[in-house]
């Protein structure tokens, strides 16, 4: 079985950064794609960013790029998400992700373990 814990949510102004933290359980991380997902009130979950196991490719959305870091730390069994720049429109609560496939890491059906989620606000 495979759990996520995600940390490092709270408020903050527009323009400053957050790191969230997601500790996964489980001895085969390396080998997992980590996504990073949001959803805000009245919408659907949306992709932010993702970190294939295998190839250490990353893929992120549009209006992420530039101001997102997905990233893994296989040591300890982590993924972060520096968020830099941040906007009002970046308020969700923020979910982690993970799975052994290698395919659709930019979708939520790609994902078959997902943690508790982590609120994070943004005022303008």
């Known amino acids: 079985q495979v759990q996520l814990a995600e940390s490092g949510g709270g408020l903050v102004q527009a323009g400053g950064s957050l790191r969230l933290s997601c500790v996964v359980s489980?001895?085969?991380?390396?080998?997992?794609?980590m996504g990073w997902f949001r959803q805000a009130p009245g919408k659907e979950r949306e992709f932010v960013a993702a970190s294939s196991g295998r190839t250490g490719g990353t893929y992120y959305h549009d209006s992420v790029k530039g101001r997102f870091t997905i990233s893994k730390d296989n040591a300890k069994n982590t993924v972060y998400l520096q968020m830099n720049s941040l906007k009002s429109e970046d308020t969700a609560v923020y979910y982690c992700a993970a799975t052994p496939s290698v395919s659709q890491i930019t979708t939520a059906e790609g994902f078959g373990y997902w943690g508790q989620g982590t609120q994070v606000t943004v005022s303008s």
């Open positions: 489980g001895r085969t991380f390396s080998m997992y794609a």
